[in-house]
């Protein structure tokens, strides 16, 4: 029955929900799923595309919440408050928000795993008992297999509690020998960050090690840069837990405040995926390996075991320092820190630099939405008019966010050409995400519970809207303007029924043409219309049902752009199309990425995402 459940759930449940909302907000794809992933876990919300690429480098455990958020709640905590309400008191403090969060975020193993080794660790600082590690990880475990055997099985559970084993058996090792090396090394002591990267590279290593043989049975791959990625991408983990924690506590009270903190978040979090991108593109990044069993992850283990016990029982190195030999005097410049927060800023306002678009310049991107069609026009001006949203909510999202500056979430004006999904089914994260003006639909409505829902988001965000007719002009500045070029004429085809676009500056122009098969290019060609474009977005995907030898004539393109999906099930785009556009440059979302055409009116500049 409905309002039957727990209530502690359902608030659990909606402060889990406004935080992820604050993110959404004042982030862009896909570095708000990040952000979330890292703060609330759930990395499966991540964009299909960066959840696959974090598999194949090994960082998909820094959006899972684990023992680096437990501990970093606990240790600020503590830290913040030790020196107001004492040690112990704020221990206490530190638990019960340990505990709180643990709540907040769900019962996977490895929450409840930092929980308890958290909860543990906190409360013997409480009571001033001894703080072993081993022993936490053994009563944590006990807790969790008494309460439920059937853990053991779960590979959150084996992958949490074996890198927990290896940072605290292996890392130190690996820590005190590479310490040596760079103690003895001439050179290398005296570069500032020399320690924390060998620190880090070590701890990687040793959580790597342990939980090879698990990732090889239950994924059947092994990431060979998972060590460099790790190394790269794991000190930002911080800065996006603390940022985006304030920018989704902010967001979450005062909504408007949303936005704005996103200067603060998004630098972090782009550093991130850009390392974790980078680190995907590496030729053999993963290796696919079959026929690995449990039989193989016991010799390995055991092999593991071996080897760690040799080297804690190996001579330790000697303690004497090396020969002090007369250094020359340097005066610090910068410190690291500040070095480093330049080198943000820089990035950022590079960024910016290169996804501005270039003023003076009409743009029109045909985004990489999978099987399915959004078009972002952006005027000399600065108008931005996005026709079609995609097939869903994660593709126009990720789309969106590649071509739009984080700090700018501005829509002025949606055209749904037709009412099909794979045009309007995102139309609700734009509506979200974005400030929207105005939104243009086609006449013809769908009967279908999908569409139904995307009107009512459109009336809940009380945008105005307006239906399409012939002749309606828009004017983008700097002799740009957009034209309904025609309107639905109700056929009974939802794709006949599309509305076309076309849009011009100068010498060049541009034919949007949605969806329409020959049967609508026919009455078009008969209508006496000006077709003439010089980029031709083909209709329907490239389907052998539209672009027909008389359109194309009418037409007369240079440049034709096929938003298709990857080996999509419907053989798009046809042989046939392609054989008809064969002379002239033809780009493919499936093959190219997001496509932008750009004109000052007497030249145009292509660009792609591949």
């Not at 409360?123 to 297999?145: E, K, N, S």
């Not at 084996?158 to 090394?185: I, K």
């Not at 008019?385 to 097939?391: C, H, K, Q, R």
Request: charged share 15%.
């Amino acid at each position: 029955d409905r309002d039957q459940g727990s209530a502690v759930r359902a608030v659990l449940i909606d402060t889990r929900a406004r935080l992820r909302g604050a993110l959404a907000a004042a982030l862009p794809e896909p570095e708000a799923s990040l952000a979330s992933g890292v703060l609330l876990g759930g990395g499966t919300r991540l964009p299909s595309d960066l959840a696959r690429q974090m598999r194949v480098t090994g960082t998909s455990h820094l959006v899972a919440v684990s023992g680096q958020n437990v501990t970093l709640l606990a240790g600020l905590l503590m830290a913040a408050l030790a020196s107001a309400v004492g040690r112990r008191r704020a221990a206490w403090l530190a638990l019960a928000a340990v505990g709180g969060y643990s709540l907040l975020v769900g019962g996977e193993p490895s929450v409840v795993r930092a929980a308890i080794m958290g909860g543990r660790y906190v409360t013997a600082i409480a009571f001033g008992r001894q703080r072993t590690g081993p022993v936490a990880l053994v009563l944590a475990g006990a807790a969790m297999t008494a309460a439920q055997p059937q853990v053991v099985h779960e590979v959150g559970f084996q992958l949490s509690f074996s890198a927990t084993l290896g940072l605290m058996t292996l890392a130190p090792l690996l820590v005190a020998r590479a310490e040596w090396l760079v103690r003895h090394e001439p050179g290398i002591d005296g570069f500032p960050l020399t320690r924390p990267a060998v620190e880090l590279a070590a701890v990687t290593l040793a959580a790597v090690a342990f939980t090879l043989p698990i990732t090889a049975v239950n994924f059947h791959s092994v990431s060979l840069v998972a060590p460099l990625a790790n190394v790269l991408a794991v000190p930002a983990f911080l800065a996006v837990a603390v940022t985006g924690a304030i920018t989704a506590a902010i967001g979450a009270l005062v909504p408007v405040a949303a936005e704005p903190l996103g200067w603060l978040a998004w630098p972090p979090a782009a550093y991130m995926v850009a390392v974790v991108r980078m680190a995907a593109d590496i030729p053999l990044a993963s290796v696919e390996v079959r026929g690995v069993g449990t039989g193989h992850a016991i010799v390995y283990y055991g092999a593991l075991a071996g080897a760690v016990w040799l080297l804690a029982k190996l001579p330790q190195a000697p303690a004497a320092a090396p020969p002090q030999r007369p250094q020359p005097a340097r005066r610090a410049l910068l410190p690291v820190p500040g070095v480093a927060m330049i080198l943000a800023l820089a990035a950022a306002l590079l960024w910016l630099g290169v996804t501005s678009p270039v003023q003076g310049r009409l743009t029109v991107t045909v985004l990489d939405v999978g099987q399915g069609e959004a078009v972002l026009i952006e005027g000399p001006g600065g108008n931005r008019i996005l026709v079609d949203a995609g097939p869903n909510e994660e593709a126009i999202a990720a789309a969106l966010g590649r071509n739009l500056p984080f700090h700018d979430r501005r829509v002025d004006l949606v055209v749904i050409t037709h009412p099909q999904a794979d045009h309007f089914g995102g139309l609700p994260a734009v509506l979200e995400r974005y400030d929207v003006g105005f939104v243009l639909a086609s006449p013809v409505e769908a009967d279908s519970p999908a569409y139904r829902s995307v009107r009512d988001s459109i009336r809940e965000a009380a945008v105005p809207y307006r239906e399409a007719a012939p002749g309606q002009t828009i004017d983008l500045g700097a002799g740009a303007q957009v034209r309904v070029l025609a309107a639905p004429v109700h056929t009974g085809n939802p794709n006949d029924d599309s509305v076309v676009l076309k849009l011009a500056m100068g010498r060049a122009s541009f034919l949007l043409t949605g969806d329409i098969g020959k049967t609508r290019e026919a009455a078009l060609v008969r209508s006496g219309a000006d077709l003439g474009a010089v980029v031709y977005k083909v209709p329907h995907h490239g389907s052998s049902t539209s672009s027909s030898p008389e359109f194309l004539e009418a037409v007369g393109p240079l440049v034709d752009v096929i938003s298709v999906g990857a080996d999509n099930p419907y053989g798009h785009p046809s042989e046939e199309v392609l054989e008809r556009l064969d002379g002239d440059a033809v780009f493919r979302t499936d093959r190219d990425g997001d496509i932008s055409v750009s004109t000052d009116g007497r030249r145009l500049w292509v660009e792609t995402g591949r």
